[in-house]
């Protein structure tokens, strides 16, 4: 198993995530079970395929970006069947989907070349664990995003309630919970590796503005919980600072030396 069969996999899954998006549109329960179904099949392809491309590479797929937005697509929809299980707003199902076939598809897109070589600092016991929380954090906050897009909207049309930012809420603590894990791992697993436990790195700096950003959300809802707005347009803001951190950091003339960029 290589990445060419990457499509393979993903068309199954996607095919079946578009199909499962429909059967949410109608009102009645036995189309959305039948929908709940197909989302969960999808991610069991698409779960296949990650444990296959793992036995291939001998090695956790999740060296490269491309590898990473495996594990966000996956993450993803089971973020949307988890939420919607609790909470059953189809719209968050549909839209989780919708993210995690974008990610799918840059990937069908842009195809990497994929080495079984773990250069040695990463291959440590914190290497699975430091990702694999990242992945989820990150997954359980675009989905609070969704929350945050879908609560600015409502307010547009004065139809916002508190349900909606209780979700929001419950999400982001999820998810910071996750971040914080993150970054400890982070931390031991570079003590383990360079003999410091933090050393300002680029990415380092940008994931712990991302998690002040974040923190800086909750303690706002907590002291202003009032101020519905400013705070859905603070979650958004969060969401986009989580990007640079993820994508934009290998982009900077400062980051090229990094220890963090993706090969």
């Not at 199954?12 to 709940?36: C, D, E, N």
């Not at 910071?176 to 003999?195: M, P, Q, S």
């Amino acid at each position: 198993m290589n990445w060419a069969y990457f499509e393979y996999f993903a068309f199954i899954s996607v095919i079946l995530w578009i199909v499962a998006m429909v059967f949410y549109i109608p009102s009645r329960q036995k189309f959305h079970r039948a929908g709940t179904i197909l989302v969960v099949i999808g991610l069991l392809v698409f779960g296949a395929f990650i444990t296959k491309l793992w036995i291939a590479l001998e090695r956790p797929p999740m060296r490269t970006l491309g590898e990473t937005r495996l594990w966000y697509s996956f993450f993803l929809a089971g973020v949307g069947i988890v939420t919607y299980s609790r909470w059953k707003y189809r719209w968050f199902m549909s839209y989780s989907l919708i993210m995690a076939i974008v990610f799918v598809l840059i990937n069908y897109l842009k195809p990497e070349t994929h080495s079984k070589v773990l250069m040695p600092a990463l291959q440590s016991p914190w290497f699975v664990p430091h990702v694999i929380v990242y992945m989820l954090a990150y997954a359980l906050l675009a989905a609070a995003t969704l929350i945050a897009i879908r609560g600015l909207y409502l307010n547009s049309k004065n139809k916002l309630n508190d349900n909606i930012l209780w979700v929001g809420d419950n999400l982001v603590y999820i998810g910071f919970a996750f971040l914080t894990f993150g970054l400890l791992f982070g931390a031991l697993w570079a003590k383990e590796a360079w003999g410091h436990y933090w050393t300002w790195d680029p990415k380092e700096t940008w994931a712990f503005l991302t998690w002040l950003v974040y923190l800086l959300f909750i303690h706002y809802r907590y002291f202003y919980p009032n101020k519905k707005k400013n705070a859905l347009w603070l979650l958004s803001l969060a969401f986009v600072i989580l990007l640079l951190c993820w994508f934009g950091i290998n982009a900077l003339p400062t980051a090229q030396n990094s220890v963090h960029t993706y090969g």
